[in-house]
């Protein structure tokens, strides 16, 4: 199994441009989540999905869109992207009830100039 | 509001020494506390903490839980310069699928 795979590693965008931070999982996890984690900050929850077709918002969801079309994907789209927005971003994925075992994918580094 | 205070925010020793990260909660329908250790990657998963005053423990690293006084302490004994990271804590709640994470201690071990 290849886990939690993101990507891409690393974007620069300029401020007012969109794109798509793609996440896919293998491990037929009905969760999936997306977290930011800014400088010296923890993680804060943006979107997250509980099926295919099911998605909710977190702390942190302005700016931010998702979509659940499958079980294995959970891409999170940046609309227009500001200067706040730069930060690392991480997927998660896990069974139903298994916070304490959910999986992170390697996370995506952004900057927004 | 929920909270998640941990403390120290950064912390400096030497390899050998004994360290105690703190994390105290204010959260809502408590259900378990989560720490995780996270080094240029993302988080990894070290215990998970449901009854006060049972300790967990995994080769030097031990963590216990006060659901009355609302803290967990981590304890690591004869710290390496692996156990360099930031270790974060994160209350779970009944029927909430969100975790409030904490700051994070970040944990230097000097040789």
């Known amino acids: 199994n290849a886990g939690v795979t993101q990507t891409p590693k690393f974007q620069v965008l300029k401020t007012g441009q969109s794109m798509t931070l793609q996440c896919a999982q293998d491990m037929n996890h009905e969760y999936m989540s997306w977290y930011r984690q800014d400088p010296g900050m923890g993680l804060r929850l943006i979107h997250y999905?509980?099926?295919?077709?099911?998605?909710d918002q977190g702390e942190v969801p302005n700016g931010y869109n998702v979509s659940r079309s499958t079980t294995e994907d959970f891409p999170l789209r940046l609309l227009s992207a500001a200067p706040s927005q730069t930060s690392v971003y991480f997927c998660?994925?896990?069974?139903?009830?298994?916070?304490?075992?959910?999986?992170f994918g390697p996370g995506t580094r952004l900057l927004v100039l | 509001e929920d909270k998640v205070v941990q403390s120290p925010l950064s912390l400096v020793v030497h390899e050998g020494d004994t360290v105690t990260l703190n994390c105290s909660y204010e959260v809502t329908n408590f259900r378990s506390l989560l720490w995780y250790k996270q080094e240029k990657k993302a988080p990894t998963f070290l215990f998970m903490l449901?009854?006060?005053?049972i300790e967990k423990k995994s080769g030097r690293l031990s963590s216990i839980l006060d659901k009355k006084e609302l803290f967990s302490i981590l304890n690591i004994t004869a710290t390496q310069t692996g156990d360099s990271a930031v270790y974060l804590c994160a209350p779970t709640q009944g029927g909430s699928e969100k975790l409030v994470f904490g700051k994070g201690t970040k944990l230097t071990v000097n040789p």
């Open positions: 449901t009854s006060s005053g």
């Open positions: 999905s509980v099926g295919a077709g099911i998605t």
């Open positions: 998660a994925s896990r069974v139903e009830g298994g916070l304490e075992t959910q999986y």
